[in-house]
């Protein structure tokens, strides 16, 4: 058994930064810094999860070439078990362009015909879903292939296992509402959208009517990262705005969402409160956008658990 199964993409990141988008013009656009990281928001969360100390299972889909096999090596020192994971031949594994604006903003170029967006319902086996007590599905609209449906399906399969189920979100490609993915948002226990991606399927602007919105559709816990302001999580029990971790030095926002979402599992497979869930990956996340790359902040527990600390000492005072 592990921890923590993470089902969705596992791709690389090219890092440029700062890049001004609006100054390309065709010349050479020299730059501060150019890498090559793990990318893709399952990787993130599972390498994550890793590195705090936790058993992951990650059920992803690779190509058999030099990018695939960069990942698969990477999960292979971080003790994470691709052995429900999918490589395929005549795939080419995603790889995406990141450009990071001064202000830590990105922007994407992505492959349309990678790996990104190719896991589909067939290539996850029922076998592989009763492998954790915690599942996340990491995000809802990133590939095509899982619509409404076969969500729907998968999700039912896994609290059949009788998981605990999360999922994380991108924003809707084709105008979808909460009203069209709602038979699978009502099997999810935890569901961390951010602020403009969770305004977009809702069609509300106050976090607190779009959480509302969220728990009307069945979801047991919304969590909505609000960047710089922090988050709000709200339950039948309970309504919190958790504040951003004070004095964030924040340099790449590059997986922000996933560090978030992975400080969010651990804390509950640490069996934590969801208000402590919600305080310990806000922390996650302040440490992930203080260093380039979106797995490149985190190398272990104990730097999360000081923030973690200190923003409850900080909400025991407010």
């Known amino acids: 058994m592990y921890d923590v199964t993470v089902i969705g993409a596992a791709i690389l990141d090219v890092l440029a930064h700062p890049v001004n988008v609006s100054e390309l013009d065709g010349r050479s656009y020299p730059t501060d810094g150019i890498s090559l990281t793990i990318g893709g928001d399952a990787a993130n969360e599972a390498t994550t999860l890793a590195r705090l100390g936790k058993k992951v299972h990650l059920i992803t889909k690779v190509g058999r070439d030099m990018a695939g096999q960069i990942l698969l090596s990477h ?48 290539d996850i086996s029922p076998e592989a879903l009763g492998k954790s007590p915690l599942v996340s599905f990491a995000s809802i609209f990133v590939s095509p292939l899982f619509d409404t449906d076969a969500m729907e399906t998968l999700f039912r399969s896994i609290k059949e296992k009788g998981a605990v189920l999360c999922a994380d979100m991108t924003r809707c490609k084709n105008g979808e509402t909460i009203r069209d993915i709602q038979p699978a948002l009502a099997h999810l226990d935890y569901l961390f959208p951010n602020y403009e991606e969770a305004k977009a399927v809702s069609g509300w602007t106050e976090p607190e009517e779009i959480a509302d919105a969220f728990l009307e559709a069945g979801v047991s816990n919304i969590v909505i990262k609000l ?20 004095g964030t030095n924040c340099v790449d926002t590059t997986g922000a969402g996933d560090n978030f979402a ?14 402590d869930c919600a305080r310990f990956a806000t922390a996650a996340a302040s440490i992930a956008v203080e260093s380039v790359g979106a797995c490149t902040g985190i190398r272990s527990p104990e730097p999360v658990l000081e923030r973690f600390h200190r923003l ?3 909400s025991a005072i407010s």
Not at 78 to 105: K, M, Q, R, W
Not at 227 to 246: D, Q, T, V
Not at 262 to 275: H, I, Q
Request: hydrophobic share 40%; net charge negative; charged share 25%.
């Open 262 to 275: 992975a400080g969010f599992l651990y804390a509950l497979s640490e069996g934590m409160e969801p208000g």
């Open 227 to 246: 960047g710089a302001k922090g988050c709000f999580l709200k339950n039948s029990r309970e309504a919190l705005l958790i504040p951003a971790y004070p």
């Open 312 to 314: 409850q000492k900080l």
């Open 75 to 122: 999960f292979q020192e971080n003790g994470i078990s691709t052995e429900d994971s999918i490589v395929e031949e005549a795939l080419d594994t995603g790889i995406n362009l990141v450009l990071i604006a001064p202000d830590a903003e990105r922007s994407f170029i992505t492959n349309r015909n990678g790996s990104l967006r190719r896991l589909a319902l067939e």
